[in-house]
């Protein structure tokens, strides 16, 4: 018998819990040169802003060990351009698509989650309230708590269906942020978002990104991710996406042991833009040999001490 | 077959050339077919903490053989790690990726310029072009380096029965100099509309090749490099200022750029 893949996020249902990252897929035509989108729980698109952004100048990212810094700075086409020359294109998708939206400001975030609103084929948007790489917004509002519920709230005035919020790693108590956004009305949760970090040329004294710092992402954030979404899922009731580090199976069964409904690839598409094809067989796999009728039935089934 | 996709691979050859350059030939590649001048795969490292893969310019495909070679200088860990893989050692190729070199008219003479790593897709655009009927006469091959050392395949292009045109700093071997001295010397009195160039090589020399084509209003086409962590246009780390505004993404909108679309 094939397990059933199936995951029901905020009554939306996926047809698998693999979604790949906001701005590790674009806006999604490339990889479907890869693959068929279909094979998605879900799409997350980059993060829209109100304006087109160009990002930082390069470099903007560098290579680390086991994982990489990133300081794009939000480069996208700005929620206009979004809507008329994206959207079309992601319609003709059978695939979720989550509508990754940044702003540097609460009306920004408000007007573009609107501007969302009529637009059927935004299944979620997922607020992006986490960046590390602009020095304006952002962050800003996923390091405050009282900020947090707030983005949410009024978010949730404008936009019905339901809606994600991206928590950082960049708190003292992530769990504090999570309990914040749920106040504020967030169905499901995803985290984590990149951790600051640099690098630095030695033989130049230069830092390695022209913001001189970044995100670090990729396999080295895993650990820490896990132990993040074990804190939350453990003091909080919404449903958790859990993201960071993940590129097999193997990393994403241990996201759902510590609760986690439903995960997002990111930096692993770098290395293997096919890797979702890839998990979800091996997935597959697994829950046959555990014999286990359901993906769902490892959601928060970790063992401790 | 898909538009974009992995294939492993193994090395069907090796060749140790001089200066820390090395050859590699890979095969069985059955996309090869696919390839064509300026376009370059992305190299996977298995059995390696390294994470990202390496981008490397295609420097010849057999298309009877099914194989493809690269040629590339040892200058960090990935590339230590690709000069010790031997015959019959695996590795895994994304791509052909990146746009291409425009083929010239047959009327007009080709100005190909590859410096220093910089060569390999240039032999590749060179091969091809006298393979597609183009006269070797027509076809001005300008190879630059530091010095003798880091001219490579010299039988090789001159079989091709293009004209060659080494160029070293130090003048130990060819004309010495800066390779677009070399150019600007060959180009003078000559009809420049009949002329394009095709370059790659390192940042200081493209702005070099920039400025002298649109100095002398030569067409052409531009290779650049950077650092890539995907390849396929997904996560804009490799962005290249544009002059017209904006940001091209190295890897999906070039390598290759026509002279005068970006900020050098
Ligand atoms: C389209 C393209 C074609 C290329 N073709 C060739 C070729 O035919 N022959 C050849 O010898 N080299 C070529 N290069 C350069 C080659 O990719 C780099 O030399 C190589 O990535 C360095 O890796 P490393 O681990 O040895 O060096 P390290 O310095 O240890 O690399 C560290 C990081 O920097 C990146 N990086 C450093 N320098 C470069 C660079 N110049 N370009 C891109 N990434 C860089 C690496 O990808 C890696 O992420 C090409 C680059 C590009 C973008
Ligand atoms: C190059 C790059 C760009 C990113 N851009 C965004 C973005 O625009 N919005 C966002 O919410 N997260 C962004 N992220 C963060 C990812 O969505 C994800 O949270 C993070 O990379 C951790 O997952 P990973 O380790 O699987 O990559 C970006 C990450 C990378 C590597
Ligand atoms: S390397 Fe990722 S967009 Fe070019």
């Known amino acids: ?305 | 077959m898909k538009k974009l996709a992995t294939t492993t691979v193994s090395v069907t050859a090796r060749r140790d050339l001089r200066n820390d350059y090395y050859s590699l030939t890979f095969g069985p590649y059955p996309r090869v077919t696919k390839c064509r001048p300026g376009q370059f795969v992305h190299i996977r490292l298995p059995e390696t903490d390294i994470l990202f893969r390496r981008a490397m310019s295609i420097a010849s495909v057999d298309t009877d053989r099914r194989e493809i070679e690269i040629i590339f200088k040892v200058v960090g860990r990935g590339t230590t790690v690709l000069s010790r893989y031997r015959k019959g050692d695996q590795v895994d190729l994304l791509g052909p990726l990146g746009n291409t070199f425009s083929l010239p008219k047959k009327s007009e003479r080709a100005l190909l310029l590859g410096g220093g790593v910089g060569y390999p897709p240039l032999l590749y655009m060179a091969t091809h072009m006298v393979r597609s009927g183009f006269d070797p006469k027509s076809i001005e091959f300008f190879y630059g380096g530091r010095s003798d050392r880091d001219i490579l395949d010299r039988t090789r292009i001159k079989k091709l029965g293009v004209n060659f045109h080494p160029v070293t700093e130090d003048g130990s071997f060819g004309q010495k100099g800066l390779i677009t001295h070399a150019v600007e010397s060959f180009i003078q009195g000559q009809k420049k509309d009949r002329m394009r160039i095709f370059a790659c090589g390192p940042e200081p020399m493209l702005k070099a090749v920039d400025d002298l084509g649109l100095r002398e209003g030569i067409n052409g086409e531009l290779s650049l490099e950077a650092p890539m962590p995907c390849g396929i246009g997904v996560c804009l780390g490799c962005v290249v200022p544009l002059k017209q505004g904006g940001h091209a993404r190295v890897c999906a909108d070039g390598p290759v750029f026509a002279i005068g679309e970006v900020i050098l």
């Open chain 1, 1 to 305: 018998m094939t397990p059933d893949l199936k995951v029901t996020l905020a009554g939306v249902e996926f047809s698998n819990p693999i979604m790949t990252a906001s701005g590790c897929c674009g806006y999604g035509e490339e990889l479907a040169d890869v693959f068929p989108l279909e094979k998605l729980g879900a799409l997350v698109t980059k993060s829209i802003t109100r304006e087109p952004r160009l990002g930082h100048p390069p470099p903007r990212t560098a290579e680390t060990p086991a994982g990489m810094l990133n300081a794009i700075g939000l480069a996208n086409v700005g929620v206009k351009r979004f809507l008329a020359e994206k959207i079309p294109w992601l319609e003709t998708q059978k695939t979720k698509i989550i509508v990754n939206v940044a702003g540097s400001s609460l009306d920004e975030y408000v007007e573009i989650c609107a501007m969302l609103a009529d637009c059927e084929r935004a299944d979620m948007i997922e607020l992006n309230i986490s960046c590390p790489n602009v020095s304006e917004g952002g962050i800003q509002f996923g390091t405050n708590p009282a900020m947090t519920e707030k983005v949410i709230a009024e978010v949730k005035k404008v936009f019905s269906r339901p809606l994600v919020a991206k928590l950082t790693p960049n708190v003292t108590d992530i769990v504090e942020m999570a309990k914040a956004a749920e106040q504020g009305g967030a169905d499901v949760l995803s985290l984590i978002n990149s951790m600051v970090g640099t690098s630095i040329d030695i033989e130049t004294w230069q830092t390695r990104l022209t913001n001189n710092k970044g995100g670090l992402t990729g396999p080295a954030i895993k650990p820490i991710a896990l132990a993040l979404v074990d804190a939350v899922h453990s003091n909080c009731r919404l449903p958790i996406i859990g993201i960071g580090g993940i590129a097999t199976a193997a990393d994403v069964i241990e996201f759902l042991l510590v609760g986690a409904s439903a995960v997002q690839v990111g930096t692993a598409l770098f290395v293997e833009p096919d890797a979702p094809v890839k998990i979800l067989n091996d997935l597959t796999s697994y829950l046959k040999r555990k014999q286990l009728a359901r993906v769902t039935d490892l959601v928060g089934q970790v063992r401790k001490y």
